[in-house]
């Protein structure tokens, strides 16, 4: 008996009706999962009921204040509406039939069992009793509460079958083994891989909101490292698998880059919650794989590798169907930039680097900054704590540079229309030498950003052009 679990005034309301309708109902998966795992209330809630699921929530929603309005799902027979701050899915009990030609099953009313065998893994196929006279009974065919206890993973039948069936449920089981600190069952385990190149028939939009989810995780690296160790890794993000390895020419070698980019993330994980910046520290750098080559006396080199994989970005962003917005151009900025604060913090840090870096980031730089505190993986703890000071150099010399320059997002105090109109000209290209010069001497320090200098810089400039003020 789980009572306990039902609380919420919802279910009783919910269980009279299915009685009046003379339906079984159950409330079924993730619910009834997080409850046992004294995971926080959970307000999504599914609802499986043995006929016709649509009847219960029309039904549902006349009693409820307001009425909420039912979105209908005809063709799959199922129907959600919310209340509060409840997400409440209502789904006819089914049995589904897959032919290996076919994403699309074949599917039929069924009982609770069918309904329970079409569920991804045991710890979610765990269904309480709504009904009055069976209120709160637990059904649990699969041993799903012994697995919870165990930290489990594994699917209700044969895993090839679930995994081919829906190949989409390799990744859920990866998301949830990373959400939940989970283990995945060798045999469940071994089924991804085997069924991995099933992968192909899911859509990326369904792949994409699992890859987020397990960005998302505290410790990205626990799903990252079972997408790579099941092969998932090479079909879904082969820029990343491409970074893996070590090679060793005449005795010199470069860092893993593959298992330094997870640990990358992990670090980025522990400071932001920001998803784009999860994927910058996840893709910073892609570039390498393309842009390695062996020199005889600098040993392994990835010129341009910053560029190139901010080139990537775009291609990747495009095959995976992630949004091409100004997300996308956020997670290019902080690849193409990933080395910057870098290259500054190792020299003599110049005010004129760091008025070039907060002009280039402009609100970004705070991220970069974290990006670039993340991306230090040294072991040595000397070399640590080198890196770190130096980046506590870079960030008070940007407060101070800030607060002198007011660089961040400047535009040039003298604008191209006051240029036109000093000079009497027409849109072209002398405009765009003249702003570019003001911004130049700006960030070089030659003048301050301050119209009175910009001004008669730009007049000085002018005059060498042979522009003369009408
Ligand atoms: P969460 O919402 O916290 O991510 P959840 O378990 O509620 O976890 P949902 O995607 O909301 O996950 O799905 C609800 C339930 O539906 C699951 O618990 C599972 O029983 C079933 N389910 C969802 N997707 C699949 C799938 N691809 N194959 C089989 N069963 C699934
Ligand atoms: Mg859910």
Known sequence: MLEEALKHPIFKKIGKLADDLGLECYVIGGYVRDYLLNRTFKNDIDIVTLG??????????????????????KNFGTAMLKYDDLEI???????????????KPYV?????????????????????????????????????????DQKLLITPLEPELTFSDDPLRMLRAIRFAAQLNFEIDPKTLEAIRTQ??????VSSERIVIELNKILLTEKPSVGLGLLEKTQLLELILPELSALKGIEEIEGMTHKDNFWHTLEVVDNLAA???DLWLRWAALLHDIGKAPTKRFDEKSGFTFHGHEFVGSKMVYRLFKRLKLPLNESMKFVQKMVLMSSRPIVISEQFVTDSAVRRLIFDAGDHLD???????????TKNPNKQRRYKDNFKR??????????RDRIRNFQPPVDGDEIMRIFNLKPGKEIGILKEAIKEAILEGIIANDYHEAKSFMLGKAETMGLKPV
């Open 196 to 201: 991995r190149k099933r992968l192909e028939i």
């Open 108 to 148: 039929t009313d069924g009982t609770l069992e069918d309904d329970q065998n079409r569920r991804d893994f045991t710890i979610n196929a765990m269904a309480i009793c709504l009904n009055s006279e069976r209120y709160g009974v637990f059904v649990d065919p699969f041993g799903g509460q012994q697995h919870l």
């Open 89 to 103: 899915e209502f789904v006819g009990a089914r049995k589904e039939s897959y032919s290996s030609d076919s994403r």
């Open 271 to 273: 400071e932001s919650d």
């Open 367 to 377: 991220n970069l900054m974290l990006l670039c505190e993340a991306d230090i993986t």
């Open 394 to 403: 870079v960030r008070a010399k940007v407060v101070e540079v800030e607060e």
């Open 52 to 73: 016709n699921a649509i009847d219960l929530a029309e039904s549902l929603s006349k009693e409820l204040d307001g009425a909420p309005k039912v979105s209908v799902f």
